[in-house]
């Protein structure tokens, strides 16, 4: 029953419904973000919990490129991506309710096609069953997934979604939960930042980083940001009156110093924390410069990032180079220098709903501003979207907008 746009529809027989949507999927275990392949497929039915939610926005996050190339930790280690047919990337989108779960049991784990890929517990799906009494059919809403949100349908538990602020877009919507949390979980759950403190915060003018950005200003934290290039420094200066374009480092290869010279700029000795989503090059200036109780929290490591939609020998070479020339940290030193190194992953929290879902709230509360949307791509481009993604050369979120069709209905 999964059949390529253009084919005949199949539904299964066993399904007594016979919904069917559109979906990008790869392969088994990936390895081609040109492989990425948009189907014509059945859905099933919403169970007790779930949201059936019809997609009008999906959010590009930097796992979706890592996915692709089968690199992403969940999909290289096999625990997801065997699935018959494949699966659906993706981890968060913006829509509207169609309906609420109604059949009886928890769904299928495993299912590769209109589900998250993830084995919930009993306690979660009491959280879940809970909270869909908060939703109604024709609500505006967002939210987040572990995979799956590639697909202008999709069912999800109605915890991981929350009602879209008034005056936002669905492209807004998609553009807020995994970066925001991302941002907030590092600066708050891990960094234990406090107001007067120093952060300094990579690719400032991407989706994390403006979040990141906006919490600082927000929390009354001094804030260094830091570019990969020159062209981005308009969008930060615009977007936030109160940063200085001394705040801001365009990344050289004397990057201590400049980050010598933008904590002199705020009245700074040191950075209580970094969050770090580049990693290469740029993390030991940036540890150097850790003051005595800071904290580094590592994200993401696009330095690394591969400019191809796959690998192949010399881009495994190349990668396998790059991992040899890492950073490196000797955990015996960190007592004697007083630093920590610290690391996650948001998608590894769906089981822990009791603590990941109250910073939902949390920071939808603080009146943040509407999240920047740099670039919006129909549905029906997903591969061209990520790749101008991967290019770094994107500012804000990256957003493929749905444009409904008969095979949408």
Known sequence: WLKPIGVKRVAPQHLSCQRMRRAWVYPPRAGDIGALNL??????????????????????????????????????????????????????????????????????????????????????????????????????????MRFGSYATELNVPAHQVRHIPAGWSFEEGAAFLVQVIT????????GAVRKGQTVLVHSAAGGCGLHALALCLKLGVKVVGTVGSASKVP???????EITAEQIVVRAHNFEDQLRGALKAVGSPGFNVVLDAVLGDFFQPGFNCLLPGGRYIVYGAASMTPQRDRLGIMGWLKLGYQWLRRPMVDPLELPAINKSVMGFNLIYFFNEAAELMPMFDEVLAMGLPKPCVGHVFPFEQAVEATRAFRSGQTTGKVVLQVSRGNGDK
């Open 235 to 241: 969008l930060l200066l615009e977007r936030f009156p």
């Open 183 to 190: 941002s907030f979980y590092a600066l708050r759950g891990l």
């Open 39 to 144: 189907i014509e497929e059945s859905i099933e039915e919403p169970a007790v919990g779930e949201l059936r939610i019809q997609v009008e926005a999906v959010g590009l996050n930097f796992a979706d490129i890592f996915t692709g190339l089968g690199l992403y930790s969940p999909v290289s280690s096999g625990e997801v991506g065997n699935e018959p047919g494949g699966f659906v990337p993706g981890l968060e989108f913006a829509g509207v309710v169609e309906s609420i779960g109604t059949k009886a049991g928890p769904p299928c784990a495993t299912r590769g096609h209109g589900g998250q890929l993830v084995e919930l517990s009993d306690e979660v799906w009491a959280m879940a069953a809970s909270a869909a009494g908060d939703f109604k059919v024709g609500d505006r809403v967002m939210g987040a």
